[in-house]
């Protein structure tokens, strides 16, 4: 059984930097689509960033130059770094890893959330 496991959330001033990671376990994370999403209060979850097993990225334009994807497959394990952040960017960071090479599906893996909080 696959288990995805975030770290690196906390608290922050705006214009500061965190560094989120997610690793896997229990399953196969090399040949598989992955991505990181984030939920604030009242809204809906959203997709922050994804990238393929060949490296590439795909941002929202509201991170777009902030924050950087990046997977190390070997490891089995995918970053999101944060700079520049926002008080816009309050929200539980969540990792995703497809069941699929090239699209999300119903049936994809979710880490547990980390919280990033950037606040003055």
């Known amino acids: 059984q696959v288990q995805l496991v975030e770290s690196g959330g906390g608290s922050v001033q705006p214009g500061g930097s965190l560094r989120l990671s997610c690793t896997a376990s229990?399953?196969?994370?090399?040949?598989?689509?992955t991505g990181w999403y984030r939920q604030a209060p009242g809204k809906q979850r959203e997709l922050v960033a994804r990238i393929t097993v060949g490296g590439t990225t795909h941002y929202i334009d509201s991170v777009k130059g902030r924050f950087t994807i990046s997977r190390d497959n070997t490891k089995n394990i995918m970053f999101l770094q944060l700079n520049s952040l926002s008080t816009e960017d309050t929200a539980v960071y969540y990792c995703r890893l497809s069941t699929e090479i090239w699209y999300f599906t119903e049936n994809d893996n979710w880490g547990q959330g980390t919280q990033v909080t950037v606040a003055s």
């Open positions: 229990g399953g196969i994370f090399s040949d598989k689509l």
